[in-house]
């Protein structure tokens, strides 16, 4: 079975970091399409940030326009770690974030990690 593990979820004041890490015992995120989303309290799940492929030639990455220029997405392939950093956060950016791996033949999901922007 596949699993997926975020963390480095918790309680941050506004204007605060966070840094989240999705790791995989079970697959190798090389060659994978791997992103971020996050499900806010009464609303539908949405992506966050979208990391192509990963490959040692180069990846490509895209942010929704509400986390671009404060959230950063990258990966360590040698410890099969994707992160998520960050920045500026606002009490919107409330929500479970999730970790998603996905290729033509499978899709997995972590199970979540809580990030609450409050003061």
């Known amino acids: 079975q596949v699993r997926l593990v975020e963390s480095g979820g918790g309680l941050v004041q506004p204007g605060g970091s966070l840094k989240l890490s999705c790791r995989s015992s079970e697959i190798d995120f090389s060659g994978f399409t791997v992103s971020w989303h996050r499900q806010a309290p009464g609303k539908e799940r949405e992506l966050v940030a979208i990391?192509?492929?990963?490959?040692?030639?180069?990846?490509?990455?895209d942010y929704a326009a509400s986390v671009k220029g404060r959230f950063a997405m990258s990966r360590e392939l040698p410890k099969n770690i994707v992160y998520l950093q960050m920045n500026s956060l606002e009490p919107e950016d409330t929500a479970v974030y999730y970790c998603?791996?996905?290729?033509?033949?499978?899709?997995?999901w972590g199970q979540g990690t809580q990030v609450t922007v409050s003061s």
């Open positions: 990391m192509s492929a990963l490959s040692s030639s180069g990846v490509r990455t």
């Open positions: 998603r791996a996905e290729r033509t033949v499978a899709t997995y």
